[in-house]
């Protein structure tokens, strides 16, 4: 198995060179962040906020009790902070903070998709230009008898890197646009349930009011 594995490498590595191996290395990066994603997403109940839109809809009936119920069944990663302004936290940067502070623990490892997905292509590129190069030195080292399948073998092995390099890219383009529509989808759905939450409509009697100048600040 080892030697396979070996074999293969080895394959790899005669036809696209170095440049191929390090975007195979990195493609293996892609899917291991990819996967570790998914499951932070899916423990963290992201887009699961059945409960909490309940609460926030009870509370801006003026439903207090039915709002805090609803809000106590919530799986949500967002609980606390709607929590913090059930219980009278009128201070939206703080609020906003402290909601801020558990969309960037979900966001950790969107940047490196990023920059992978911008520098895979570079790479293929790169290799690409490598390749050219020494092609064309093989075709010079022939002289005078110039043999175009020789010419022609060292553009399509160059030529290889390019397409590795965009086969690398375009998934984890695809995949980390779908990472930030949904906390794009997230941000929208606390800054709704807090502003719903603090405006002087979702209070009811006997409830302390929002600080106006903290909202308008």
Do not use: C
């Not at 950790?108 to 020494?134: N, W």
Request: no cysteine; proline share 4%.
């Amino acid at each position: 198995m080892i030697d396979t594995v070996r074999a293969a490498v080895l394959r790899i590595f005669d036809l696209g060179g170095p440049v191929v191996i390090l975007l195979g290395a990195l493609s293996i990066l892609v899917v291991a962040v990819i996967l570790y994603k998914l499951w932070q997403f899916a423990a963290a109940g992201v887009g699961r906020h059945k409960a909490l839109r309940e609460a926030v809809e009870a509370w801006d009936m003026g439903n207090r009790m039915a709002a805090r119920r609803q809000l106590d069944a919530s799986r949500s990663y967002l609980r606390p902070v709607v929590a913090m302004a059930l219980d009278g936290q009128s201070d939206v940067e703080r609020l906003d903070a402290e909601a801020e502070a558990r969309f960037a623990r979900l966001e950790s490892g969107l940047r490196l998709l990023d920059s992978i997905a911008q520098l895979a292509p570079l790479l293929g590129l790169f290799g690409t230009v490598l390749g050219m190069i020494s092609a064309f030195q093989a075709l010079q080292d022939a002289g005078a008898q110039v043999d175009p399948s020789l010419l022609a073998g060292g553009i399509w092995v160059a030529l290889l890197t390019t397409a590795v390099g965009l086969a690398v890219a375009m998934p984890t383009a695809l995949v980390l646009s779908w990472f930030e529509g949904r906390m794009d989808a997230e941000r929208v759905l606390a800054q709704k349930a807090l502003r719903t939450i603090l405006a002087p409509s979702g209070q009811v009697e006997g409830a302390a009011p929002p600080i106006r100048s903290a909202i308008h600040a």
